[in-house]
């Protein structure tokens, strides 16, 4: 893909953090991000428990075409949980990206998003604050027994996190073994991931302090992506190897969003960024290019 000339000069990798400041009487509420690249805007937007550092395999890739923003949803990663009174419900969270895309400089930029940050990038554009979607293995194309088996393992894996010692959890991210007995129900290739990536993202997943209430609000049987979204390029990229959001899933996806193009991912489990990053880049990058107008 052609790099596209951006009117802001290339920005050095650095996590900052920026403050949005809501319109009205809404409290402003700080994200943590990572910038990088120049070129097209792209947001990174990660699933319930993780943070920015997810994408770390693919965003030197991006970066050398796009301008690169993985993002700390509220309550993730070094993300502050929203302030108190402030819903987690999609009616309220997707408004408050939307502040968050102003507030770093961005007009419907692309959007990329795994799981929970999956189905945000798909309401954010059915919204209209996007430029293309890509969505990998989104969340809200479930029914109910799915939808309770994936809570399920998510608790499970919550509980993990928070009842592993510091002093255990490095022993176990030393082996192949104890990484995969760590990540395996969202990597296929859990080996592939660093000692130094599993222990944080163990961390991480302990400290979330969103990971309640989203949870919460993801309960709820309304939590279901069913609207189409003609205006803008949609790729649905689904893992062979997903266990925690079943790939038959996919076909509800297509049925939802009839123009998308549905793509599975061979050999990729639920988080396919770390399984087959050059993979997951192209999907990215054509999705990106497909939005650009017909020369």
């Known amino acids: 893909m052609t790099a596209v000339a951006s009117p802001h000069p290339p920005v050095p990798p650095t996590e900052s953090f920026v403050h949005v400041a809501p319109a009205g009487e809404r409290p402003g509420f700080d994200l943590a991000y990572e910038r ?10 990660h699933g319930i428990g993780h943070h920015w550092q997810a994408w770390e395999p693919v965003l030197s890739i991006l970066a050398a075409s796009c301008e690169v923003i993985a993002v700390d949803l509220p309550g993730f990663g070094a993300s502050p949980q929203l302030p108190d009174g402030v819903s987690y419900e999609l009616d309220s969270v997707i408004p408050l990206l939307g502040d968050a895309l102003s507030a770093l400089g961005l007009e419907r930029p692309h959007v990329v998003g795994n799981s929970l940050g ?12 996007t430029r293309s979607v890509t969505a990998l293995s989104p969340a809200g194309f479930w029914n ?7 809570y399920a393992v998510l608790l499970g894996m919550r509980a993990g996190a928070k009842g592993i010692p510091d002093g255990m959890l490095h022993r176990m991210a030393r082996t192949a073994v104890g990484r995969a007995a760590l990540t395996s129900t969202i990597y296929a290739r859990p080996g592939r991931r660093s000692p130094e990536a599993v222990v944080a993202e163990t961390r991480s997943m302990r400290a979330a302090t969103g990971f309640a209430p989203t949870l919460k609000v993801g309960r709820s049987p309304d939590v279901i992506f ?4 003609p205006d803008v390029p949609v790729t649905i990229g689904w893992g062979e190897k997903d266990r925690l959001l079943l790939r038959r899933q996919a076909t509800r996806a297509k049925k939802a969003i009839p123009g998308a193009r549905l793509v599975p991912l061979p050999g990729c489990g639920h988080v396919p960024m770390n399984d087959d990053p050059a993979l997951v880049a192209q999907l990215v990058l054509e999705t990106v290019r497909a939005s650009e107008p017909a020369a």
């Not at 109910?144 to 994936?150: L, T």
Request: charged share 30%; no cysteine.
């Open 36 to 45: 990088r690249g120049s070129g097209e805007p792209v947001v990174l937007l």
């Open 144 to 150: 109910g027994a799915e939808r309770r088996y994936a």
């Open 118 to 129: 999956g189905l945000l990038a798909l309401e954010l554009a059915q919204r209209g604050y």
């Open 226 to 229: 069913d609207r189409d979204i």
